[in-house]
């Protein structure tokens, strides 16, 4: 079994993402969900469903971004940019 940074991916609502990126990214991700499914026993994981999670991932262990995440003020949740 493959060690990856990502787990399982929950079969959440989808969300709706329009972004262009290049070629052999977008190649990279499809392996990796190749990858993932096939760790997980499942079929291919979509690109789409990848993004989320390897971003959301990506900020939790960037440490830098949460040292200086830790210095700005806090904003109200209802005000923050969507």
């Known amino acids: 079994m493959t060690k990856l940074k990502l787990g399982s991916i929950s079969d959440d609502k989808p969300v709706k993402l329009t972004v262009e990126l290049p070629a052999q990214l977008h190649r990279d991700l499809i392996a990796y969900g190749e990858i993932l499914g096939q760790d997980a026993g499942q079929g291919p994981i979509e690109p789409k469903k990848l993004v989320v999670p390897i971003l ?25 940019i969507p």
């Not at 959301?56 to 923050?80: C, H, Y």
């Open 56 to 80: 959301e991932r990506f900020i939790a262990t960037d440490r830098g971004f949460a040292r200086a995440r830790r210095t700005l003020p806090k904003r109200d949740s209802a005000k923050r």
